[in-house]
Antibody
Framework: EVQLLESGGGLVKPGGSLRLSCVVS????????VTWVRQAPGKGLEWVGR??????????DYAAPVKGRFTISRDDSKYTVYLQMNSLRNVDTAVYYC????????????WGQGTLVTVSS | QSALTQPPSASGSPGQSVAISCIGT?????????VSWYQQHPGKAPKLMIF???KRPSGVPDRFSGSKSGNTASLTVSGLQAEDEADYYC??????????FGGGTKLTVL
């Protein structure tokens, strides 16, 4: 059974940084494409970005609102994908989910439980 | 990339059918057969219900079906049950390795 577990959320001041982790189990991690999605309180889902497997060049794609501020990376030895968030803004306050993309075209079959990031002074 | 357009709400009585639309453009919904639908109950993570327009993951009841015509995709829930009450989101691949979500539809079972 594929499982994803996020961690690292918390309270951070505007302009600050935070790193989220997503540990993946139940599959060959090196083949996994992982997508980050966020949900602001009371709002809809928003795509943040995705990292492909190393075999697919490990390419990362980002949504426009986070490009240049957020960085997605992976450590295959730790079965973990990271979301480094810098220059955080109030509007980045959200629950952040990681998910497993089985198709390469964003069929997000399995999701983590999410981790809450609050940006506030 | 603009969000896909979904109705904010939909409703139906138990046993009835309800369809939720998802309107995009030729750059997303109309251009690719990579539309997915997700169900989200309050306080829970989203759950994949339909992928690649009309495919169901294992474990999803066949009461849920998906279709697409032009730039509009649809999710139909037949034989509505109380547990179907949730928020539903459509997504589409956009062709530039990006993903776009719909604004979400709150389905109420009357």
């Amino acid at each position: 059974e594929v499982q994803l577990l996020e961690s690292g959320g918390g309270l951070v001041k505007p302009g600050g940084s935070l790193r989220l982790s997503c540990v993946v189990s139940g599959l060959t991690f090196s083949d996994a494409w992982v997508t980050w999605v966020r949900q602001a309180p009371g709002k809809g889902l928003e795509w943040v970005g995705r990292i492909k497997s190393k075999a697919a060049s490990g390419t990362v794609d980002y949504a426009a609102p986070v490009k240049g501020r957020f960085t997605i990376s992976r450590d295959d030895s730790k079965y973990t994908v990271y979301l480094q968030m810098n220059s955080l803004r109030n509007v980045d306050t959200a629950v952040y989910y990681c998910s497993h993309d089985t198709s390469g075209y964003y069929s997000l079959h399995t999701w983590g439980q999410g981790t809450l990031v609050t940006v506030s002074s | 990339q603009s969000a896909l357009t979904q109705p904010p709400s939909a409703s139906g009585s138990p046993g009835q059918s309800v369809a939720i639309s998802c309107i995009g453009t030729s750059s997303d919904v109309g251009g690719y057969n990579y539309v997915s639908w997700y169900q989200q109950h309050p306080g829970k993570a989203p759950k994949l219900m339909i992928f690649e327009v009309n495919k169901r993951p294992s474990g999803v009841p066949d009461r849920f079906s998906g279709s697409k015509s032009g730039n509009t995709a649809s999710l139909t829930v037949s034989g509505l049950q109380a547990e179907d009450e949730a928020d539903y989101y459509c997504t589409s691949y956009t062709g530039s390795n990006n993903l776009v979500f719909g604004g979400g539809t709150k389905l109420t079972v009357l």
